[in-house]
């Protein structure tokens, strides 16, 4: 029904910059919220950031002042700017979306994630 397809991961030094983009496409009748997750090896995956269709934004606090989430609604994406990145930011980052379709059906998509690796 609803399928997000990712981009933007790589490798980057420290201090360097990376923007990761998410589309939304299938039978979406209004995404309610989209955001970033990541997993690092071993650890628990976690939210970075996310909005709202109203606009409201949540950040993790580890990356406030660094990453900026912003999301165009007319093209169902979702982007994040991640400046200053650290070794620590290295993880998959997984888009998240949940989304109420034409079937008034709500759902909750993941995309199937990229690799940001950040070289100390």
């Known amino acids: 029904q609803v399928q997000l397809v990712e981009s933007g991961g790589g490798l980057v030094q420290a201090g360097g910059s990376l923007r990761l983009s998410c589309a939304a496409s299938g039978s979406i009748f209004r995404i309610n919220r989209m955001g970033w997750y990541r997993q690092a090896p071993g650890k628990q995956r976690e939210l970075v950031a996310c909005i709202t269709s109203e606009g409201s934004i949540t950040y993790t606090d580890s990356v406030k002042g660094r990453f900026t989430i912003s999301r165009d609604n007319a093209k169902n994406t979702v982007y994040l700017q991640m400046n200053s990145l650290k070794p620590e930011d290295t993880a998959v980052y997984y888009c998240?979306?949940?989304?109420?379709?034409?079937?008034?059906?709500?759902?909750?998509?993941w995309g199937q994630g990229t690799l940001v690796t950040v070289s100390s």
């Open positions: 998240n979306a949940v989304a109420t379709t034409y079937l008034s059906s709500y759902v909750e998509v």
